[in-house]
């Protein structure tokens, strides 16, 4: 766990590490709906599709995005709990950004 954070989520998303920062959608989640983060409860602005990545925590501007207890990008702004970790405020530590379709993935 990171920072005393509980490991309770929504059983739609998946913690693939204590260490994650991040949590994957197991199934596609539609905006409006509320996801169990930790304890919060969090009603989603945008979807998510499945095999997509929600915050787990607060992530400050810069900050490393960790999936498999591993840094995969930085955040490019602050991203909120709960909301939706992806190429509109992440920047790929591994690939060029502009080589990403920014609407691949788009929400649902």
Same mark, same amino acid.
């Given at each position: 766990?990171?920072?005393?954070?509980?490991?309770?989520?929504? *059983?739609?998303?998946?913690? !693939?590490? +204590? #260490?994650?920062? $991040?949590?994957? @959608? &197991?199934?596609?989640? /539609? *905006?409006?709906?509320?996801? !169990?983060? +930790? #304890?919060?409860? $969090?009603?989603? @602005? &945008?979807?998510?599709? /499945?095999?997509?990545?929600?915050?787990?925590?607060?992530?400050?501007?810069?900050?490393?995005?960790?999936?498999?207890?591993?840094?995969?990008?930085?955040?490019?702004?602050?991203?909120?709990?709960?909301?939706?970790?992806?190429?509109?405020?992440?920047?790929?530590?591994?690939?060029?950004?502009?080589?990403?379709?920014?609407?691949?993935?788009?929400?649902?």
């Amino acid at each position: 766990m990171i920072d005393g954070e509980t490991d309770e989520h929504d *059983p739609r998303l998946l913690l !693939l590490s +204590g #260490r994650d920062n $991040v949590l994957v @959608a &197991r199934e596609t989640i /539609r *905006p409006g709906e509320t996801v !169990l983060v +930790g #304890r919060r409860k $969090v009603v989603l @602005a &945008r979807g998510v599709a /499945r095999g997509h990545k929600l915050a787990r925590l607060p992530i400050p501007a810069g900050e490393k995005i960790l999936k498999y207890g591993a840094p995969i990008g930085s955040a490019t702004r602050p991203i909120e709990v709960g909301e939706h970790v992806h190429v509109h405020n992440v920047k790929s530590d591994y690939t060029a950004t502009h080589l990403i379709d920014a609407s691949a993935g788009a929400e649902p």
